[in-house]
């Protein structure tokens, strides 16, 4: 599921810029249910405890996991008290700086809720996992892999490997000049960023090498093959939770595209230079 990044202490303060004195708000702005604690006499909402301890993952039934959501609810509720006694409020950051936290968990909650709405089906499941299995092939590869951002520096290199020198030894000469020199193992061709690579791969023999750059939008690649390891994907149910996972977060970033879409924004704020136009 996509994740907005949320400070969740900011979000148990009033929420500020409402147009409302703040004398007229209670501090916690959601409390409803049963309490779950009482703090200077307050009931304290158990959602909210329920709520701190699946952002936590933790358990509210285990007693050392519980003691910590009631210690940091506790600890929000208290510094939001403070907030209001001290007169916090009133500074324009303190209120712009707990709006955005406000919003943060409004969108986190409203993607969890259209999630909830829209479950992704066993059948979509299978459907993802199959196309994976294809395009992840039988094979993983063990390769070597020199990238550079300037194409002179890897057309050189890869005259020395058309000149027969082994590309570890290529790989120690240009080492300096290359944005990466790296070795990996156990790589499938559905993980590698760009097709171009896959196909090169594909085309090579263990202890050959690519006689001309790759150009992708990460630079010029050269790449040695080391070796290709017969690969068994895992089983449906092994990976049915992150195929799950992948799939909401697909979902939800279609939704919020969307929205976005639909939407008619006018930035006043843009640097000089900029659009400073409607943008989606």
């Not at 919003?103 to 066993?122: C, E, K, T």
């Not at 150009?215 to 895992?234: E, I, M, Q, S, W």
Request: with cysteine; glycine share 8%.
């Amino acid at each position: 599921m996509r994740k907005l990044t949320v400070v969740l202490g900011c979000l148990l303060l009033a929420a500020c810029g409402g147009g409302e004195e703040p004398a007229r708000r209670e501090v916690l702005q959601f409390n409803a249910g049963q309490p779950g604690m009482i703090v200077d006499g307050k009931p304290v909402s158990r959602e909210l405890l329920a709520a701190v301890a699946r952002g936590r993952a933790l358990s509210a039934d285990d007693p050392a996991q519980h003691e910590r959501v009631l210690r940091e609810l506790l600890d929000y509720v208290l510094l939001a008290q403070a907030a209001r006694r001290e007169g916090a409020e009133a500074d324009a950051t303190f209120a712009a700086d707990v709006e955005v936290a406000r919003l943060q968990g409004v969108a986190n909650a409203m993607l969890g809720w259209y999630a909830r709405r829209h479950p992704i089906s066993d059948e979509a499941l299978k459907t993802e996992y199959e196309a994976q299995v294809a395009k992840a092939g039988t094979s993983s590869y063990d390769f070597d892999q020199l990238l550079f951002d300037k194409e002179a520096d890897a057309v050189a290199a890869a005259g020395e490997l058309a000149g027969g020198k082994a590309f570890d030894k290529v790989a120690d000469a240009w080492r300096a000049r290359a944005q990466q020199a790296q070795a990996y193992k156990g790589v499938h061709l559905a993980q590698l960023p760009a097709p171009e690579l896959a196909q090169a791969l594909q085309a090579l023999k263990p202890g050959e090498a690519t006689k001309v750059p790759i150009k992708t939008r990460f630079g010029y690649h050269l790449l040695g093959l080391v070796a290709v390891n017969p690969f068994t994907p895992p089983a449906f149910d092994q990976v049915k939770g992150e195929l799950r996972r992948t799939l909401t977060a697909r979902q939800n970033e279609a939704y919020v595209a969307g929205l976005r879409e639909k939407s008619s924004v006018q930035d006043l704020n843009a640097p000089a230079g900029g659009p400073g136009q409607a943008t989606r």
